[in-house]
């Protein structure tokens, strides 16, 4: 430690305890974040790629902690770490049967379908299902225009019990997305024995479109390979009239992106909604 020098030293230690203490407040404060109802839901519109109208929408968890905003990309692996994310993931369900069931109320068979991501550490719990169901019949949410968005990456990890779980889920009417595709390993094998609907396509690969063939590559083949499972392909990040332009020559069916429309609270994207449905 010594020959680091004294300051050297000291500045170390105090970085690695402040990132302790930020994850320490964390871990804190997301255990009373549903009760302080510091939690909201935030929804980003998925278009159909050929009209660009919105055909469902991706709920996104926001959390405003005491101590401020703190993203999702930096509280979402604590909760997993903590399991906080069983209790939030079933918040995050609820609110996402309640905003299908209003929305159908509101708008008919025109309403737009909710997407909902689920963390492979809410896979693990043996009352998943359970939970699901009675969520399912006290909001009298319509499970099949629900979509749950799990990873390639935490359904390959052990697909043998996801099978089972995914079953019971199809049974409820629930439909799965398998979330930021291209970048696990799925082997297609497994792919083939998932009770899977959609295959969403990961923001690298659509960030590559036009600056790398190999992106361009992994499209077509990833599109190919949902074209022959039966399933829908949705590409996220989209953020050029260039990138919409040729997922529409591949064929993709929709798109979520900041081209088309960035995460809106729920009061704005019934607005843009109903302007869109009443032109
Ligand atoms: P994700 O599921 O891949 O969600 C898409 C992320 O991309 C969102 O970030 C969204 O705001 C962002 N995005 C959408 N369009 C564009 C675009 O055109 N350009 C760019 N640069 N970004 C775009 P967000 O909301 O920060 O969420 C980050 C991640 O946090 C999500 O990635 C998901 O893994 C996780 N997450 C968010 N909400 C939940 C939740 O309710 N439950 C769980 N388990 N995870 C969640
Ligand atoms: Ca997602
Ligand atoms: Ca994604
Ligand atoms: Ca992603």
Not at 43 to 72: C, D
Not at 133 to 144: C, K, N, R, Y
Not at 178 to 204: C, E, H
Request: glycine share 8%; proline share 3%; net charge negative.
């Amino acid at each position: 430690v010594k020959e680091h020098g004294h300051d050297g030293w000291q500045f170390f230690s105090e970085t690695l305890q402040e990132q302790a203490k930020q994850r320490l407040t964390i871990i804190n404060g997301l255990r009373t974040a549903i009760e302080r109802q510091e939690l909201s839901a935030l929804f980003q519109p998925i278009v159909t790629a050929e009209t660009g109208r919105i055909a469902g929408a991706e709920l996104l968890l926001r959390w405003q902690s005491a101590s401020g905003p703190v993203s999702p990309a930096v509280f979402i692996p604590v909760a997993e770490m903590t399991g906080a994310i069983v209790p939030i993931g079933l918040w995050v369900f609820r609110e996402a049967c309640r905003a299908e069931a209003e929305w159908r109320h509101r708008w008919g068979e025109t309403a737009p379908y909710v997407s909902v991501n689920v963390s492979a550490r809410q896979l693990n719990e043996a009352s998943l299902a359970d939970e699901f169901a009675a969520i399912l019949l006290e909001s009298g949410a319509d499970p099949t225009r629900l979509l749950l968005e799990i990873t390639e990456t935490s359904l390959m990890a052990d697909v043998e019990t996801n099978l089972r779980i995914l079953r019971r889920l199809a049974d409820l009417g629930l439909r799965v997305a398998v979330d930021d595709f291209g970048t696990g390993y799925s082997s297609l094998a497994q792919l083939t024995r998932l009770p899977v609907n959609v295959l969403k396509i990961d923001r690298a690969f659509v960030d590559g479109i036009e600056k790398s063939e190999e992106s361009r590559t992994i499209i077509r083949a990833v599109i190919g390979i949902g074209r022959s499972l039966d399933l829908k392909l949705v590409a996220e990040g989209v953020e050029t009239a260039g990138q919409h332009r040729e997922l529409c020559t591949y064929g993709c069916d929709m798109i979520q992106g900041y081209y088309f429309h960035r995460p809106l609270d729920e009061k704005t994207f019934a607005e843009v909604f109903e302007r869109e449905h009443t032109q």
